[in-house]
């Protein structure tokens, strides 16, 4: 095991498996990990043959023996618990959009990890959840220009209604938490999420997100401005030098 506190060997039991694999932190002063799942023969050579209808079956009974090779580990803080159950109930509650509009969650594991022992009281397993390893990228760090496209901004609006059909709240609207897969947007993170009371509408969080593009916007332009000062500045100062030399 490696010393690198970002870096670990997570020994996890899910349900009738247990498999030890290596984890990387992916959030500073989060526990949460890029882990790497060790293929499993038997469910590569079952999928191989098994009709679709078969396969999605197993799948669905026993996702511990089919998970993809990476997935999103994220720990309970213990001084966080509701925000844990929190998130586990929201992922069930949107069931239907898993896989498409948000992570797909495989389900609860315990997590032992030595190295992390050490340095706790309790030796018990932490509880853990396992969430599709979504390959996008987040609206934070997509280009300013991108983030005014207009088919972006509809597939942002779309999200936020179908959350409103199923009567939840994101509960922390900030582009981070939004990633861009192809051509649709996925949310993530629940831990702030509740549901929808009557008194409050998700287009308060959508105007917060765009209250946010507005500000990258006049940062960007701000950051333009200041550059093209800089040039002119710079373009005036050779001219002056050469101006000097000649007459010189």
Do not use: C
């Not at 498996?17 to 799942?37: D, E, S, T, Y």
């Not at 396969?55 to 023996?65: G, I, V």
């Amino acid at each position: 095991m490696e010393d690198d506190e970002d870096r670990s060997i997570k020994d996890i039991q899910f349900g009738f498996r247990r498999f030890q694999a290596p984890a990387n932190r992916i959030h500073a002063n989060r526990n949460v990990f890029l882990l790497n799942v060790p293929p499993n023969p038997i469910a590569s050579w079952l999928l191989s043959w098994m009709p679709q209808l078969v396969r999605s079956w197993l799948q669905r009974l026993l996702p511990e023996w089919f998970l993809p090779a990476t997935v999103i580990l994220k720990e309970r803080n213990p001084t966080k618990a509701d925000n844990y159950e929190n998130e586990i109930a929201t992922y069930l509650h949107l069931q239907s959009l898993q896989g498409t509009r948000i992570p797909r969650l495989f389900g609860e594991v315990a997590v032992s990890d030595p190295h992390a022992q050490r340095y706790q009281i309790s030796k018990r397993p932490t509880p853990a959840i396992l969430l599709e390893n979504v390959k996008g990228v987040s609206l934070h760090n997509l280009p300013t220009e991108e983030l005014r496209n207009p088919r972006l901004l509809r597939e942002l609006k779309d999200i936020y209604n179908l959350l409103t059909e199923k009567g939840v709240v994101h509960g922390d609207p900030r582009l981070h938490n939004f990633l861009r897969v192809d051509k649709r947007i996925v949310a993530i993170d629940f831990e702030f999420s509740y549901p929808l009371p009557s008194d409050i509408t998700n287009e308060n969080e959508l105007e917060t997100l765009m209250r946010e593009i507005k500000k990258r916007e006049r940062q960007g332009q701000g950051a333009e401005f200041k550059r093209l000062v800089s040039g002119v500045y710079f373009i005036e100062g050779r001219k002056r030098l050469e101006t000097d030399s000649n007459g010189g």
